[in-house]
């Protein structure tokens, strides 16, 4: 049996990642963490008795370790024992924590040489260099769970040397054919709908601003060490191709499939090798067309900002990262429009001061201090 730690399975990635351990049946769960989820996670406790679970919410902590007096399972509490959760010796951290949140237990998994499966792309995002300088430091995996990433990943085997570009699909979200006028008024409801995918709240409306591609794009980087300019991004709102690469030669490699997280979730755990899997089998003479088209970054100006900011560098991305997390719960709670959440994260990053090669501390002081300008500026407008 290998173990595995999966740090946020009360989520979206997290519930997925458990479907597929019930498949494969040689993973045997270590720990699981949550941030207040307990029902949830009680659940999941009785079903894969893991050592401990860390719940982050200290009162939700306290009402599961009550309930839980009889089993042998350990309830740790606060966002510090995430870390512990991460470093505990295993054969995988499965990180899907949303959110910079995810960044210091992606760190403490490196630091002790645990290879990495990761959904949590706000660590690559706001961590970037820290993160990979110490994958290749500990010579340890960092595995791509994001479909777009989890595609080039396989597509790159054999062929690392001759990449031209990356094209990186979206599907566009829910608004990709909508005027400005239109996307003025859109609810929380209609972007929370998102056509091709089931997941997380947060993760759902940075699909429907085109943010989650702009972090994909500086994801990408990281992972790849691929330089701005040769990464595209091309909507494909069949979600059919995850992503393509060019290479040298022009020949273009696409990865395809059905839109389906298990299928990247399991590559990551079999890896390098394959087996079924419990995704549905792609049919390509139902799908009546595969389309492309360019982004629009006029009406969609996230991606424009993230490219900047990737380019830039230092403390940029994490900035442009906490601003649009502040912007995407306030939106959520219907305090700002959805139009506002670009203009916030733009407004944050021009009063940014830029710190080049920052250490931890500079991109934790970054990001506190772009959520509480983004706090300050929604105050002031609305
Ligand atoms: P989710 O909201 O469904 O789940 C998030 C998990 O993180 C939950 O277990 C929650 O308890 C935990 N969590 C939330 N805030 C936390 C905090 N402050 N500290 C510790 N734990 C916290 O999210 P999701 O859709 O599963 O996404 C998780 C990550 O995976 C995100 O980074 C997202 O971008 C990425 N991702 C998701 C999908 C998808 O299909 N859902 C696809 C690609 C990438
Ligand atoms: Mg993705």
Request: glycine share 6%; hydrophobic share 45%.
């Amino acid at each position: 049996m290998k173990k595995i730690t999966i740090l946020g399975s009360t989520g979206s990635i997290g519930g997925q990642t458990l479907e597929v351990i019930d498949s494969l049946k040689n993973w045997q769960v270590k720990a699981l963490t949550a941030y207040k989820n307990i029902e949830l996670l009680e659940k999941q406790i009785n079903k894969y008795q893991p050592e401990f679970v860390v719940v982050v919410d200290a009162e939700a902590a306290a009402e599961l370790k009550s309930k839980l007096k009889a089993e042998k399972t350990e309830v740790l509490s606060g966002k510090e024992s995430l870390k512990i959760a991460a470093s505990e010796n295993v054969d995988l951290v499965l990180n899907a924590i949303v959110g910079f949140a995810g960044l210091e237990p992606s760190i403490a998994a490196a630091k002790e040489a645990n290879d990495i499966a990761l959904a949590n792309k706000e660590s690559l995002v706001s961590g970037g260099s820290i993160l990979t300088d110490l994958v290749k430091e500990n010579d340890i995996k960092l595995l791509p769970v994001d479909s777009e990433h989890n595609a080039i990943f396989q597509l790159l085997k054999g062929h690392e040397k001759e990449l031209d570009e990356i094209l990186l699909t979206a599907s566009g979200g829910p608004f990709f054919a909508y005027s400005k006028k239109e996307l003025a008024e859109v609810s929380v409801e209609d972007a929370l709908n998102h056509p091709n995918w089931e997941m997380g709240s947060k993760i759902t409306i940075d699909s429907a601003s085109l943010m989650n591609k702009g972090l994909e794009v500086i994801e990408a980087h990281w992972l790849f060490g691929t330089k701005y300019d040769d990464i595209k991004v091309l909507v494909h709102p069949q979600s059919i191709i995850h992503s393509m690469i060019r290479l040298v030669d022009g020949t273009v490699l696409a990865e395809m499939g059905s839109a389906d997280m298990r299928m990247p979730i399991q590559y990551c755990l079999t890896y390098p090798e394959r087996i079924t899997s419990l995704g549905e089998k792609l049919e390509l003479d139902q799908i009546a067309a595969l389309e492309f088209f360019q982004a629009d970054t006029e009406k969609f100006p996230n991606l424009k900002y993230a490219y900047t900011a990737g380019k830039a560098g230092g403390t940029y991305p994490a900035v442009l990262n906490a601003a649009n997390e502040v912007a995407v719960y306030s939106f959520l709670k219907g305090e700002i429009p959805f139009l506002a959440m670009s203009r916030v994260v733009a407004s944050v990053l021009d009063q940014h001061q830029n710190i080049l090669d920052p250490n931890l501390d500079g991109i934790l002081n970054s990001d506190r201090e772009a959520r509480r300008l983004a706090l300050e500026v929604i105050k002031e407008w609305f």
